[in-house]
């Protein structure tokens, strides 16, 4: 049997709920080694790419690493609105209700592709746990961001004979405005943070994610500091 | 919700085991459209995806298509010798007890990576079915290969609200003999089929899938066409 570090590998989008974890692993785990992993894949918004690269460093990960998955732009493009040379991005007024059961930014799959890479990069790591940034605000219908998804992926990992990665989502149960406060208290810069689905050089303030974020910081009683 | 198809997925390497099952499929399903798909990650045998693209033009699919993967060879490079720079492939005399229990041609994590793209691909385009290779010869120990690994990857999948893609794997408790006598029958042309691990002009006859499948036609009781 090979040895298992205390290592941990987070998922960070460089959107602010994956920031709040990172910070939040950082300073609860003290994983060692702590490593950021960034997926490329032809975002409308490369902004993120660059926030995400950012905070490792304010943080002090021991590595971060973009790992370019620009084929599922290609092979899902049918499918979403969400890179490059897809459809626009509606704005919230304009998603109806049936859409807003699978919001038109649904990636297909998404999440079981980056948590099945992110395990593989772990496994050969030695590495043992991942983290990702879901959390409970899935208004607009994600299926691959809910607790029971969780479980069932960690029960494919779990048949793993020799190293089983398990995934750990803190934050599966949480509104999105309890990861502003928690951020707050942890002095997470969110002007560094890119949630817009839009590929502005300033957040277009109309998109789903722009209203949720706008929404979230209200609740918790804080402007956002990037578009407040 | 949206129309579904009858069309189907296959994962095709190449190798004698998914070329057999794309004849299946297409023999006893008949989908439309039938799409074979394979993957591109750096392998050290290129012939394979050669052998994919003549198998799949032999069939009559209505798309064959090459998605490129090769960050996976990046990612996971510390945890394998499958692709090109890894380790050395050794010869089954020299892969101990131990490391049959995972072979050293073990990809990390790599049958939910290729399972989630395709099942990615195909709620993109519609399709309901997925079918891929996996038989019971896992003498090398792949835990990913199993059903209750297939079991719980579909468990996952049927969270999916609009379009839960199911994944087949017809073969999974058939022995690799049995895959000879089928796709005899059915007119496979095995000289076509690429399972060698090393990246030779011809199989090297010593790795351990050269020596499975040499084992498997003599099962079998036939010649292997291309290293009889």
Redesign the interface.
């Known amino acids: 049997m090979s040895d298992q570090t205390a290592g941990a590998v987070v998922l960070l989008s460089g959107g602010m709920d994956s920031t709040v974890l990172l910070h939040h692993v950082a300073r609860t785990q003290n994983p060692s080694p702590l490593i950021s992993l960034s997926f490329s894949y032809g975002q409308r918004h490369s902004k993120e790419l660059a926030d995400a690269e950012w905070q490792a460093a304010r943080v002090g990960v021991d590595e971060h690493r973009v790992?370019?998955?620009e084929?599922?732009g290609e092979?899902?493009?049918?499918?979403?609105t969400l890179v490059y040379g897809g459809a626009a991005v509606p704005d919230l007024d304009d998603v109806t209700k049936d859409a807003l059961?699978?919001p038109p930014t649904y990636?297909?799959?998404?999440n079981?592709?980056l948590l099945?890479?992110a395990?593989?990069?772990a496994?050969?790591?030695d590495i043992h746990d991942v983290y990702y940034g879901a959390q409970a605000h899935d208004e607009y219908?994600y299926?691959?961001c809910?607790a029971?998804?969780l479980e069932?992926?960690n029960?494919?990992?779990s048949?793993?004979?020799?190293?089983a990665?398990t995934i750990h989502a803190p934050f599966v149960a949480d509104k999105k405005a309890s990861l502003v406060r928690m951020g707050m208290e942890m002095g997470v810069d969110f002007e560094r943070t890119w949630s817009c689905y839009r590929g502005g050089d300033q957040p277009c303030a109309t998109c789903p994610t722009c209203v949720e974020r706008r929404n979230a910081f209200a609740e918790a009683g804080f402007d956002d500091p990037l578009c407040g």
């Open positions: 790992t370019p998955i084929f599922i092979l899902v493009s049918a499918g979403t059961s699978q990636v297909p799959n998404r079981m592709m099945s890479i395990a593989a990069f496994e050969a790591r219908g299926w691959d809910t029971e998804f069932r992926i029960n494919v990992l048949l793993n004979r020799r190293k990665v």
